[in-house]
């Protein structure tokens, strides 16, 4: 399969496009001539990709890398527990940043494993805390 057709594939599946759509689609683009997308010229392959990148909703919206969902995650359960007063991006960032020597989170990707760990860490120790 080629790269082009995998695209396509990953592209339907985050549009939410079943199977008899998409072959609706494939035979849209090369006008009738086919409904897989083998049969389709790698123009008529890459406007088909574009069209499901348009198609999904989400695509405008940047995803955040799991580690970095993992770090609010865990900031968010650190507020809930009552170990931090705000629970906020803003404030997660702000404590991240003291930890990274003043570097911003986003830039400091390579730190992220060190810092989930301090978190999980911190929220060991006040549920141990709490417990005693």
Partial sequence: MS???QQIKIA???AGI???????????????RTNTCTG???????QLLAR??????NAGKKQLPPQL?????LWGQLH???AVNVDSKGA??????????????????????????????WLARHKAKQGA
């Fill in 3 to 5: 790269n082009l057709i």
């Fill in 12 to 14: 339907q599946k985050a």
């Fill in 18 to 32: 079943d199977q008899d759509t998409h072959q609706l689609n494939v035979a849209y683009i090369c006008n009738q």
């Fill in 40 to 46: 389709l010229t790698k123009l008529e392959q890459q």
């Fill in 52 to 57: 499901y990148r348009a198609m999904n909703q």
């Fill in 69 to 73: 969902k993992m770090i609010y995650s």
């Fill in 80 to 82: 809930r527990a009552g």
């Fill in 92 to 121: 997660c960032e702000s404590f991240c940043e003291n930890h990274l020597q003043g570097k911003k989170l986003y830039q400091s990707a390579q730190q992220w494993p060190h810092i989930i760990e301090v978190l999980k860490q």
